[in-house]
Structures are given as C-alpha cells and as structure tokens.
C-alpha cells in the first residue's frame, strides 16, 4: 500500500515547475498524464514522484493528443486531473480541449511558454501562446487562462486554476513561460487547512431525474461521475440538456454555445485578477503579465523616481480579458505602454479596450527578455 505524505509547508526555495506540481497537489490533482517536453518536463518529472505518494496516478503518454485525452476521462471518473506541456504540445491538444469545453470537464493545462512557431527555440521564453490560449480550438466558447509572474504564483494559481475549473467546469489554463517555470524563488506553502479548495457541484436529484448538460442559475450544471450511480450521455456533438445529440436543431446549438461562452462572460467580474500599482494619478500606464511584467514594474519605479507618473496593471488573469481595467486606466491616462514577448498579441485588445488612448507597442523575440531600461525608455517617450 502506498503511503501517504503530507505536502511540505513553510518557506521553500524551488523552481516555477515544481512549485506548479506542488501546487496541483495541493489543490486535489490525483491524476496527472502527459509527455515529456522542454520547459514543462521537471513538473512531469517531480509529479511522477510525488503523485503516488498521495495515491495518485501519474501516466507517461504516448503524446500530447493522448496526454489530455487521458485528462477528460480521469476527470469525469471523478478525479482532479491536468496535463502539462509547451507549445507544439499544447498544439496538438486543441481538438481534445474543444471537446473538454463542449463535455464540460473540469481539467487544468499547464503551458510552459517558448519561443515558436514549430519546434522554436525548446529552452528559451516566449508569451506567443496567449491568443492560442483563447482561439485555439474551432467554434465559440469561454475558456480561462491565468498568467503567473513568480514562482510563488506559480503554486498559488495552480490551486486557483483547479477551483475555477471545477466552479465553473470548464478547463482552466495556466499560461507560465520559461522563465517564470525554471527560475528559483522563496515559495510559502501554507498548511492544508489554510488552502481554500473548491469542488465541482453535485446532482442534488435523483438518477432518474438527472439532466447532466441543465444549468443552475449559474449557468454551470451540477457534474456526475462514472460510477456515481448516474447513467448519462455525454458527447462533443451539439446536444441538448440531457447530453443526446442534436445537431440539426440551430435551438438547441444556439441556447448550448451561448451558455458555454456566457458561463464565463457573464461571471468574469468574479473570475478575473489583476494587479495594479500607483495607477491613481498615472499618466502612463503600462499593461504586462508574466516575467515581462517583473521588468515593468521596475521600469515604473524608476520612472516615478525620475518625476514621470507612471503605474503598471499587470494582468494576471489573460481570459476572460480584463477589458473593465484596461478601459478604466484608459479614462484617465494619456498613454499605455504594452511590452511582450510576441509580435503583438494581447496589445489587440488593449487596444480595443482603451478605444482613444493611444497605445504603444513593444516586441521582444527570443531568447532575451525587455529590461527595465527598454520599458522605462518607452514610458519617457510617452510621457
């Protein structure tokens, strides 16, 4: 019989994945599977030693497009499950996760970003993967992707990732980079009684009576597992609410996918995070997430030691987007500054959030980061 250990509270020095395999752990995650690939693999790795050790299960897949299928199944068994992977890994897994969002299966991804497109450069940062995040797999629907920019933040919104998943059974991505996952940082981990943890809804109906795709006021229907005693259909095929098949019904499609997408938009004032600092009286404003958003708020401290009044709203939730924030910073500022490590992703919808204000773009490929000097030069230009 495996013998169950306790997780290691107190202060930690460790990396960003293994902080993230802890903080699954900590969350309730006993199934993990997925495919070895650089910078994700040490959370495959330390999750391989750590899962049995609390009656887990940890499976090596044969790929991605496996990896996350296994994902669906052990959730709807009953168990918190996840994946972890890189680009070309959370490529291969759209298909799988537009059926998670279709089925309505509670699950985490965990993508380490790198540098794309293809095979990319494997060991080096990227934020190119944000917008894949939200339009990745074919049709409509609500997803929610969260961006960590310490390794601290890495095991707490791993925990977070899990219980919006299973508040709002939809699967719940966490959107790291390189840097952030491989970097080594001060880690608290407080004891189990202090993590708040949530679970997904149960049926409070009888078997007989049970309607696995009806919503509660929510929009989010209570979730039976296989073995629960609940016998159901459940299918990526457009359905109505006892989970058949009716594709050739635009009623039923309409009411499903609208739900799918409002379960998320119309919960995002509770869904969505952000970080804001000395934005009272900015008049430049810069909006980062992830490593870059380190360098920004550096680049603001040293701007308002240099008399401009500058303020960063870093974004910790990417979806649903924080269109509420960007366009309040937009009615008072005169200008914001967007650094990432793409060609121009979210900057889009700042953008379309800040609607006259002007917004300035700044790009950074491969394998180095923006310094705080690079944002600060920017903010100066602005200003």
């Not at 299960?57 to 168990?79: H, K, N, R, T």
């Not at 960590?148 to 707490?156: D, L, R």
């Not at 900015?282 to 009044?309: F, H, M, N, T």
Request: aromatic share 6%; hydrophobic share 40%.
């Amino acid at each position: 019989m495996t013998k169950k250990r306790t997780l290691p509270t107190g202060a930690h020095f460790m990396s960003g994945d293994i902080a993230c395999a802890e903080g699954a752990i900590a969350a309730g995650c006993r199934f993990f599977a997925g495919y070895p690939i650089t910078p994700a693999t040490e959370i495959a790795e330390h999750l391989s030693e750590r899962m049995p050790e609390f009656g887990g299960i940890y499976i090596q897949m044969e790929d991605e497009i496996a990896s996350i299928a296994a994902v669906l199944g052990a959730s709807y068994a009953g168990l918190k499950a996840m994946t972890a992977t890189s680009g070309p890994g959370f490529s291969l897994m759209q298909e799988n996760i537009g059926l998670a969002v279709m089925t309505e299966t509670p699950c985490v991804i965990v993508d380490i970003m790198r540098g794309g497109p293809s095979t990319g450069q494997p060991t080096l940062p990227g934020q190119q993967d944000v917008m894949q995040a939200k339009w990745g797999s074919h049709g409509d629907y609500g997803i929610i992707a969260l961006a960590p920019s310490s390794v601290q933040e890495m095991f707490n919104l791993t925990i977070e990732a899990f219980n919006l998943s299973e508040t709002y059974r939809v699967p719940t991505l966490l959107m790291g980079d390189e840097i952030v996952a491989h970097m080594w940082e001060k880690v608290v981990i407080p004891s189990a009684s202090e993590i708040r943890i949530v679970n997904r809804k149960k049926p409070h109906v009888s078997p007989s009576e049970y309607a696995p795709f009806m919503p509660e006021d929510d929009l989010v229907p209570p979730m039976a597992c296989f073995g629960e005693g609940y016998r159901f259909h459940a299918t990526g095929l457009t359905h109505d609410e006892r989970g058949y098949p009716r594709t050739q019904n635009s009623e039923v499609q309409t009411r499903l996918v609208k739900r799918l997408c409002e379960k998320i938009n119309k919960n995002a004032d509770k869904i969505i995070r952000v970080e804001e600092v000395m934005l009272e009286d900015a008049d430049v404003v810069v909006v980062a997430y992830g490593i870059v958003a380190r360098a920004a708020l550096s680049a603001v401290r040293k701007a308002r030691e240099a008399g401009i009044k500058a303020g960063l709203l870093r974004l910790i939730t990417l979806w649903p987007f924080p269109e509420k924030h960007v366009a309040k910073i937009a009615g008072q500022a005169k200008a914001i500054v967007v650094p990432e490590m793409n060609c121009g992703q979210i900057v889009r919808e700042v953008e379309r959030a800040a609607k006259e204000t002007p917004v300035t773009f700044l790009s950074k490929l491969g394998e180095d980061p923006h310094t705080p000097q690079e944002i600060l030069d920017v903010i100066r230009r602005c200003s």
